[in-house]
T-cell receptor, first 115, second 113 residues
Framework: KAGVTQTPRYLIKTRGQQVTLSCSPISGHRSVSWYQQTPGQGLQFLFEYFSETQRNKGNFPGRFSGRQFSNSRSEMNVSTLELGDSALYLC??????????????FGQGTRLTVV | AQSVTQLDSQVPVFEEAPVELRCNYSSSVSVYLFWYVQYPNQGLQLLLKYLSGSTLVKGINGFEAEFNKSQTSFHLRKPSVHISDTAEYFCAVSDRGAQKLVFGQGTRLTINP
């Protein structure tokens, strides 16, 4: 079956702009989580959605937001981009609400560069 | 709050040699433990996980890990590495029932011929 699909794979944006990243989970998976990966901070949890509701949020400013649609696809938005937002953004999907007992499948990520 | 410490940022080994990647965690509650591998320009792939039961966990590609509750450790081992094992390895922890993963900083494994 198809894996987690993240689009686009690469993105270059200018400071101050906003950006939307997309994640299509594995069919049947209802939970989607987002992570930011940078060389300095490593992998950090952004937020998690289940059945269109945000269940958990990491320690990121309000410029980072997300949503989940009824088909479980998720988007994350970053407004007023800063240079420090340059990172690999990873999406992970899992089966359900106790999803941590099952595997979290990661997409290949979206590489965002802010110039 | 949970935290994960991967004790080595880089580990160079020769091909066919054994390797151990070290991971310690801190948490006030019972946890699940994971090891993920990341190849260049790729996402994360699960190697193995500890949820409960036997403290020795076997994963894919010949890797195994041992959960040691008293030492709060979850070290990853492979008896004989291959060039294709060159990658970055991440240890992660989550609260039981929670979806959020807390990752270590990663260990870059380099295999020399």
């Amino acid at each position: 079956k198809a894996g987690v699909t993240q689009t686009p794979r690469y993105l270059i944006k200018t400071r101050g702009q906003q950006v939307t990243l997309s994640c299509s989970p594995i069919s049947g998976h209802r939970s989607v989580s987002w992570y930011q990966q940078t060389p300095g901070q490593g992998l950090q949890f952004l937020f998690e959605y289940f059945s269109e509701t945000q269940r958990n949020k990491g320690n990121f400013p309000g410029r980072f937001s997300g949503r989940q649609f009824s088909n479980s696809r998720s988007e994350m938005n970053v407004s007023t981009l800063e240079l420090g937002d340059s990172a690999l953004y990873l999406c992970a999907s899992s089966v359900g609400q106790s999803g941590i007992k099952t595997e979290a499948f990661f997409g290949q990520g979206t590489r965002l560069t802010v110039v | 709050a949970q935290s994960v410490t991967q004790l080595d940022s880089q580990v160079p080994v020769f091909e066919e040699a054994p390797v151990e990647l070290r991971c310690n965690y801190s948490s006030s509650v019972s946890v699940y433990l994971f090891w993920y591998v990341q190849y260049p320009n790729q996402g994360l792939q699960l190697l193995l996980k500890y949820l409960s039961g036997s403290t020795l966990v076997k994963g894919i590609n010949g890797f195994e890990a041992e959960f040691n509750k008293s030492q709060t450790s979850f070290h990853l081992r492979k008896p004989s590495v291959h060039i294709s094992d060159t990658a970055e390895y991440f240890c992660a922890v989550s609260d039981r029932g929670a979806q959020k993963l807390v990752f270590g900083q990663g260990t870059r494994l380099t295999i020399n011929p």
